[in-house]
């Protein structure tokens, strides 16, 4: 389970979007097998992946992805020793002392552990081509960590564990998305079967609440009842008094990995001045939510440098999801989170892309054996804007939320811009777009924003990359320039 971006916070770190704001888009996108400027159209292949140990997979008429995110599979870099988001994935774990950290689970999965396993319906828009990289019609690159979650809750190893790992999702080119990013999520479950004699399940999860370390300095709004009929119902198979118990452990357990993430990162900022920042009381609040996986459900916001920002979703696991894990007397709580938008924070770090930057004027910059650090900026290399502007293939459609009509979406787009510039493209935006009165064709202009990370571009690179991506554009989508 993995937090979404809140629309009513105001942030200046807007994470990726996730499987919980994917339960939340309308179901206006088509989930079936649209031809994409990176569809199979040949007969059936195989294809071998870098760190999938040999095994190779079949591709087929649904084949969407390119080779610059196979190439992002065996990278790992919430496991690279003094990676930022290796940091960052620490700092919390060190929260959840006899949890079971799953850190290397495989990101090629099925479209059941992926979407079925988690009452995804067969119309959803996160099943859409538009939106996930497939590898057959059966065979995607997990598009969040919950696609282990029912295998985890299945094996039931321990009572408690994490799960982090590389996610892709095709999305917008910007500072703050990144087709591949990492996600952490967590679960914590009770056995009604091991109750010791003598005591209720609730008397057992309250002897572990007593067991969390408590921040009396820390300014927690909490104003809603923990269940209400109707904004954060209470589920069938529960019983209220469990609930109001697995609520608490789970708002105690995540105020202490807040506290410690926060913490860590007021030790790092500095204000306009160059002092520390005042020592004020950490607020937070919790907010009431609904996520189709849990119910009650939370977000969890912290009021920071001025705004509040959402940092995670949770709430109470859907017995259905645990029973069809073949474990029904288990009751326990799940939440959520991006570890790129944590370390952003954490770390000062202004774009998503430098987290996978080999420069050593980046990655010299951390170390886990030293206290949270601001990035320094080594350099600010000058912008190069430029416009590519086209008609829409006749019977084409298009509109500025990006949706599917007739074969063209906005995602195709940045899927080239990213295969022609890499990198190189800091930011893509439709910026203007316009229907001729009388033959009802549609035009679409974007800009893209050039800028490397490491350097200067040239005008001469800059034109290259932009005159490639023009010759791109009509290849793969057949539009036609303006």
């Not at 703050?176 to 952490?184: A, I, K, L, T, W």
């Not at 920002?309 to 894990?325: K, N, Q, T, W, Y």
């Not at 420069?359 to 804007?385: G, T, V």
């Amino acid at each position: 389970m993995a937090t979404r971006v809140a629309a009513r916070a105001s942030s200046a770190v807007r994470g990726p979007p996730s499987l919980l704001s994917l339960a939340r888009r309308p179901r206006w996108r088509s989930p079936s097998p649209v031809q994409s400027c990176y569809s199979s159209s040949g007969p059936t292949s195989s294809i071998a992946i870098e760190g999938a140990d040999g095994k190779t997979y079949k591709t087929d008429e649904w084949m969407n992805t390119p080779p610059s995110i196979l190439s992002a599979v065996s990278k790992r870099l919430h496991l690279q020793p003094d990676h930022p988001l290796a940091i960052t994935r620490q700092l919390i774990e060190s929260r959840f002392p006899g949890y079971a950290y799953h850190n290397a689970l495989f990101p090629i999965v099925t479209t059941h552990q992926n979407f079925d396993s988690l009452g995804f319906p067969p119309d959803h828009p996160g099943r859409s081509r538009t939106d996930t990289y497939y590898i057959n019609s059966k065979t995607v690159l997990r598009t969040h960590t919950s696609a282990h979650q029912a295998d985890t809750f299945r094996a039931n190893e321990t009572p408690g564990y994490l799960i982090s790992a590389d996610v892709y999702r095709r999305d917008a080119v910007d500072r703050s998305h990144y087709p591949v990013f990492h996600q952490m999520e967590g679960a914590m479950t009770w056995d009604r079967d091991s109750v010791p004699a003598g005591s209720t399940l609730a008397q057992q999860i309250w002897a572990d609440v007593a067991k969390i370390p408590a921040h009396p300095g820390l300014a927690a709004q909490d104003p809603n009842p923990t269940m209400h009929p109707d904004r954060n119902p209470l589920q069938p198979e529960h019983a209220a008094d469990e609930v109001e118990a697995v609520a608490a452990h789970l708002k105690r357990s995540l105020e202490d990995v807040v506290v410690a993430i926060f913490t860590a990162a007021r030790a790092a900022t500095t204000t306009p001045s160059g002092d520390a920042p005042p020592d004020e009381p950490l607020q937070i609040r919790w907010v009431e939510a609904y996520f189709p996986f849990t119910s009650p459900s939370w977000e969890l916001e912290v009021f920071w440098q001025g705004e509040w920002l959402e940092v995670l979703g949770s709430g109470v696991v859907r017995h259905s999801i645990l029973a069809a894990a073949g474990v029904p007397t288990r009751i326990g709580w799940a939440f959520g989170l991006g570890l790129e938008r944590i370390a952003m924070l954490l770390f000062s770090i202004p774009d998503i892309r430098l987290f996978w930057s080999e420069d050593q004027r980046f990655l010299s910059q951390f170390s886990a054996s030293k206290p949270i650090a601001r990035f320094a900026p080594f350099s600010k290399y000058p912008a190069c804007f430029k416009d590519v502007s086209f008609w829409l293939p006749v019977g084409a459609g298009g509109n500025s939320a990006g949706g599917l009509v007739a074969g063209f979406h906005e995602n195709d787009v940045m899927e080239l811009v990213r295969d022609v510039a890499g990198d190189l493209a800091e930011d893509v935006r439709l910026v203007d777009e316009f229907t001729h009165p009388k033959t009802g064709r549609r035009s679409c202009c974007y800009r893209i924003n050039y800028r490397s990370l490491e350097r200067t571009l040239t005008n001469e690179e800059t034109n290259e990359l932009h005159e490639r991506l023009r010759r791109t554009l009509v290849g793969r989508l057949g539009v036609e320039l303006r």
